[in-house]
């Protein structure tokens, strides 16, 4: 009986999902105990207008289907953020999440369908050195640390003229308050005191969903 009860409860620990907030009020981000049903879902950024990649994550197709005022989803390695439009509540939005979660780990289906797609760091023949060294940057030390708080960076562009990197911010970091301190403070810092080609980061703005 003893060791029925502890499957028992080993199995509803396995639903088990936390939250924790970002350093953006409008993103939550849920953990559940666990990593996604698979490894190919880290780094995928979807907002509710792009039809074309909710159409690949049956998880990300769930969440949005719900209705309820969900703008955008990263999924991560082990957790999601979901970032709502500001009108929304999350006393609202948590419980219907928990659910939609939970009914995709019972179904098995994949986080993400279809093969993993090149990213933007992955380094390419016709990179050069700067641009390589801007990529192992941002994958290696960068993201990590802005995949902590919920969200990610992407690598845009550099110019060679003027040493001007371009990003872009996801997930929770978009919209962000404290996002252009953590831009100029964190990115902007390490890639110029590695990189001395680089001279400044700017971040593309997400369009604005209305």
Known sequence: LHQLHHHQQQQKRSLFIQTATTPNPESLKFIPNGRLNNTDT???????KDH??????PLAKQLFNLDIGIKSLYLGYDFITVTKFAEAHWQHLQTPIFGAIMD???????ALRGEPEITDTTILEDDDEVVAMIKELLESRIR???QEDGGDIRYVGFEEETGLVTVQLAGSCV?????SVTLKNGVENMLMHYIPEVTAVISLEEEDDD
Not at 42 to 48: E, I, K, L
Not at 52 to 57: D, N, Y
């Open 42 to 48: 880290a780094g995928f950024y979807v907002t509710r």
């Open 52 to 57: 074309t990649l909710i159409a690949r994550s």
């Open 104 to 110: 995709f780990y019972a179904s098995g289906k994949p």
């Open 144 to 146: 990590p640390a802005v």
């Open 175 to 179: 919209g962000c308050p404290s996002s």
